[in-house]
Structures are given as C-alpha cells and as structure tokens.
C-alpha cells in the first residue's frame, strides 16, 4: 500500500506540473489575441492636428476618421497593424503591439503633389504630358515686386513680358494669351491676388492650347486659386511695404545749359543766336526769375520715391465634409507726384487702392458628390489729376517744358500759361489747379459647381456642371476746372510785371459716367480615366456657352458706339481629348476644340 500511494501521489503531483506548464503557454497567445481599445491623434509635420484622416486596421475594413481634434478610437486586436493615410500626406503603417495610446505624425508627400499639371479642363501626371506645358510656383509670384506678370517673365521659359503684355514665343500674336481662373474662362480682368493662388500653368504649344479652341490661338494661362483643407483653423497674415525709385530718372539740364545748347543749335545752321549773353548771365543768376526762370520740372512735380504696402489675411480650415478658405486683402500704391496740399483739400494725386475679398467652400454632400461655391469681391480706386484724358499729359509735360520758359508762379502770385497761343498749361498747374477724376470699380464674381463620380455605371466616369456669373461696374467721376492763366510780357517803368491774361478762368464742373457688363458662363463636361493593366486611356467631352453684355451710362456720350454697346457678345465651344499611354512608355493625345460666336 506504501509503494502504490506514493506512485499515485507523484502522478497527480506531475499531472499538476503539465496543466500549470500548458497554462503559462496559453496565457501569450491568449494575450496577443484578444481585442483592445487603441486612442490615438495624428498631426502634420507643424504639429497642428489632421482632420479627416483615414485610420484602418491593415488588411480589414475595421477602420474609423479622425476627429476635429485629429483623434481616433479604434478597437481592434493587440498585435494588428493600422494604416494611417490622407491627401497629400505619406501612407504610414504603425504595429499596435499591446500599446493603446498612439501619436502618428504624417509627412508630406512633395513627390505627389509637385506630379500634378492642371492642363485644359483637367489634370495629368507630368511623365504623361506630350505637350509644351510651364508650370510656374506661387512662390515665385510672392517674390516679384510686379506680381504675375513680372514672375511669367522671369520665372517662365518661352515667355516674354513687355509694356504688361504677355507672349509665348512658340504662339505668335498681338494680343494677350486667354486666361483661365478657376475654370471660367476669359478671366483677364479678374486675376486673382498673388497670397491666393494655388497654382499657375501656361500652356504654350497649339496641342495644348487646341482645346480651348479660336480662342487659344495666342496660348493660355491656367490660375487655380486656393482651397480649404481639412484640419483646424489656419490663420495667416502677411503685410510687405515697398520702397519704389527709380535708379535712371531722366536728368534734364538747367536754363543755362539749355539756352547755351539753344543758341549753338541756331549758329551752326547759319542763324542767329536766341539768347543773349546778358540773357544767360539773368538765368544763371536768378535775378528776375519771373521773365528769366530757371525751373526743374522734374524736382517740382515728380517724388524721388514712392511707398506702396500691401496686407493679406486668409483663413482655412474644415473638416472631412465641409471645407473652406476665405481671405481679405488691402493693396495701397503710393502717388509718383509731387501734389501742394496748399492748393487745394481735394487728392489731385495719382494712386491706386485695392480691396479684395475672397471665400472657396467646398462640401462633400455624399461620397461621390462635391459641391464648390466661389465668391470674389474686387473694389479699386484710382485717383489722377483733372486735366488730359490720362497721366501720359503731366508727364510728357515736365518732360518736355524747358527750363527757361515759364517760373512755376509769377512773383505777383498768378500762374503762367505759354506756347504758340499762349494757352498752354504748365506741369504745376495741370496736378495742383485742373480738379481731379476718380475712377471706382467694382467687381463681383459668383461661381458653383458641381461634380458627380459615376463609378457605379463604370469606374473612372464623372460629369461635372459649373456657372458663373460676374459682373463689373466702372464709376467715373471728373471734377474740373481752370484758373486764370497770364502770360508776362515784360515790365514797366516802375518794375512792375506787365502781365496779359490768355485763359479765362472756368469754374467747377462735374461730370459722370458709368460702364457696366455682366457675363454669364455656363460649362458641362465628362471624364473618363481608366486603367487596364498596362493600358491607360482617359477622356473629356465638354462644352461651355458665355455671354457678355456690357452698357454705358454718361453725362455726354450718346453716340452710336454706347448704343450699341449692350447687344450681347456671345461664345460657344465644343470640345474633347483623348490620351492613352502603354505601361508608361509610349503616348498619344489628341485634342480637338470647336468654338463658334456671332462676331465670326
């Protein structure tokens, strides 16, 4: 009995050892297989949170978005791997290994988004263009003092810049290539400000430029505006000041050197000299300056440098549904005259203010249907002097005035008129004493659009419908007058100017007028973008009807052209390319644009 209780007992004693041994075994894979709950947040490269970034547990569809706060939770097994991924941003796989709280920093994909080139009414890949396409960088316009236009010049190969006209040199032309603001074609007067723009393509070939048409004969310039990304609000502010002279300011020679150069003129032609040497030696001296001036123009009327500034602030932000970017700029450019405040209370001056709004909304209203708004407002003010149809008169006037004929005023207080009739008006006398115009515009542009995936009828199918609507509105406003003008004939016995008036003085007068258009535009087009295997093929049909009419409303101006000013102008065009490229080596496009107005 001894020996067989002591066998029993060791066999349960071992039997014990083998259950706690298989126990033990169990309790890792028990561990490693059961559920947990993972919290986590996400943030960008600058720290901020990302909203609406797409957290999957790899190899499943248990998967959830981050929230406004870029967090997520997701319950999933212990030893699961999560894909974290959003626009924009490098894919990033993380192994959970046990861990329930995660910080996931995304980076930048600069590869993914510098691949992209908006062409006509579509993007593609850069490895597929076949045509001559520049892309120019925001960057780059921030940086030109003169905006976009100085950054195509500078910036952009094939493009030449001059007197503000732009050309591409592949496309002859004289007249400025189209240009497209987001998809709405002709937006020439309406170009974005330089902090708003996202992008900028010029298509500088008749292969690319096919598409749009007639109208893209002289080539096209593609400017796609900023939009909201989803995140937290993002506030920027960004103010510059700019100090403007001009390094070769004309130098013009004073009255002696004038009258000396004068008379050398007439000698060497065998006539007689028109100053004396009595008649220099006043100039020189300046003891008479009223009937022997000696006048620098250019120092009267024309600053030695001008200040602009300008102030931009923009605001983005939204989430996985509902996105936006709203900005507000101020632009102020300094006046290049030289006004007297003494003379009068009113701005005479030349300058330029600007104020633009901007708001792009976009909003996923469901998984394959995205609504965009765009609202632009655009008011400017321009000041300039009463007298002339433009600046061109004040300036060729100080320009062209020699030193020696009239003082900027008369000893006695009155002011000089001179030429042939005596009737002409001096530099001074046009900016101080002429009134002033002021020229207000108005800009308004509204635009919606809508785009539709048609996956379910077959993959890579959209339909896209967009209108817009803008309208500008000029307000010209000229305030005029003349004072009296005199001319000095010399002096009497007792010193005193002999002065005859040659321009009676007119008092002030107003006069207005109004120009207005409004310009309606309407687009459709359907994509197709398909890969099938190592074949790709992509196609768009599109078409766009716009209308124009323009109106003139003046104090005067009734005559045959304002009447028929508000006939409407009208465009339409027809449409389509096709590409298709085998296993990324070789590739076709075709482009075929159809484009029909009245006016033809």
Not at 251 to 268: I, Q
Request: charged fraction near 20%.
């Amino acid at each position: 009995k001894k020996i067989f209780y002591n066998s029993v007992a060791e066999l349960r004693f071992r039997l014990r050892l083998i259950w706690l041994f298989m126990l033990f075994c169990m309790i890792p894979l028990w561990a490693l297989s059961q559920n947990i709950t993972v919290k986590g947040i996400v943030k960008d490269g600058a720290g901020e949170s990302v909203i609406g970034a797409s957290v999957l547990q790899k190899g499943t569809t248990n998967g959830t978005i981050t929230d406004f706060e870029g967090g997520f939770t997701l319950n999933l097994p212990s030893n699961s791997v999560i894909v974290v991924s959003f626009v924009g941003y490098k894919t990033q796989e993380i192994a959970v290994a046990g861990k329930t709280d995660l910080t996931v920093t995304l980076t930048e994909d600069t590869q993914l988004l510098d691949n992209v080139v908006v062409v006509g009414y579509g993007t593609q890949k850069k490895e597929d263009l076949t045509s001559a396409i520049a892309t120019l960088s925001p960057k780059e316009v921030l940086k030109s003092p003169g905006g976009i236009t100085d950054a195509l010049q500078g910036s952009t190969a094939g493009v030449n810049v001059s007197g503000g006209k732009i050309r591409t040199s592949s496309i002859t032309g004289s007249t400025d290539p189209l240009w497209v603001v987001d998809g709405i074609i002709d937006a020439s007067g309406n170009i974005p400000n330089d902090n708003e723009i996202e992008s900028i393509q010029v298509l500088k070939d008749a292969a690319s430029c096919a598409i749009y048409g007639v109208r893209g004969a002289n080539g096209v310039v593609i400017v796609t505006t900023k939009r909201g990304k989803a995140g937290k609000l993002t506030v920027n502010f960004k103010t510059n000041a700019t100090y403007s002279y001009s390094p070769r300011m004309p130098e013009y020679v004073d009255a002696v050197g004038y009258a000396n150069l004068a008379n050398e003129a007439r000698v060497v032609r065998g006539k007689n000299p028109i100053y004396t040497n009595s008649e220099i030696q006043l100039f020189r001296s300046g003891l008479d300056p009223d009937l022997y001036p000696n006048v620098n123009w250019r120092d009267v009327i024309l600053n030695d440098y001008v200040i602009d500034n300008q102030h931009h602030l923009s605001l983005s932000g939204g989430g996985t549904n509902a996105r936006y970017y709203v900005s507000m700029g101020i632009m102020n450019q300094g006046a290049v005259f030289k006004q007297d405040k003494s003379v009068s209370k009113h701005n005479t001056n030349v300058d330029y203010h600007q104020y633009n709004f901007r708001a792009n909304v976009d909003a996923n209203m469901t998984k394959t249907t995205l609504l965009s708004l765009n609202m632009e407002t655009i008011i400017t003010k321009r000041n300039s002097p009463g007298y002339g149809d433009n600046n061109n008169a004040l300036w060729s006037a100080q320009a062209n005035l020699p030193a020696t004929i009239v003082p900027v005023k008369y000893s006695n207080g009155t002011l000089p008129s001179f030429g042939r009739n005596s009737d002409e008006v001096s530099p001074y006398v046009q900016l101080n004493y002429t009134g002033f115009t002021e020229t207000r515009n108005l800009t308004t542009n509204l635009m919606v659009d809508l785009s539709q995936d048609l996956d379910f009828i077959t993959k890579g199918l959209k339909v896209r419908g967009l209108f817009s609507f803008t309208t500008n509105s000029e307000f010209y406003t000229t305030r005029s007058k003349m004072p009296d003008l005199y001319w000095a004939n010399g002096r009497n016995a007792q010193g005193t100017l002999v002065m005859t008036k040659q321009v009676e003085k007119k008092d002030l007068s107003l006069s207005r007028s109004t120009d207005t258009d409004r310009t309606y535009y309407w687009q459709l087009n359907a994509d197709y973008d398909r890969t099938f295997g190592d074949h790709a093929i992509s196609g768009l049909l599109h078409f766009y009807l716009q209308s124009r009419t323009k109106s003139k409303d003046s104090d005067e101006d009734k005559n045959v052209s304002a009447v028929l000013k508000p006939i409407p102008r009208r465009y339409e065009a027809l449409s389509g390319r096709v590409t298709y490229n085998y296993k990324q080596i070789y590739f076709a496009e075709f482009n075929i644009g159809y484009t029909g107005s009245e006016q033809f």
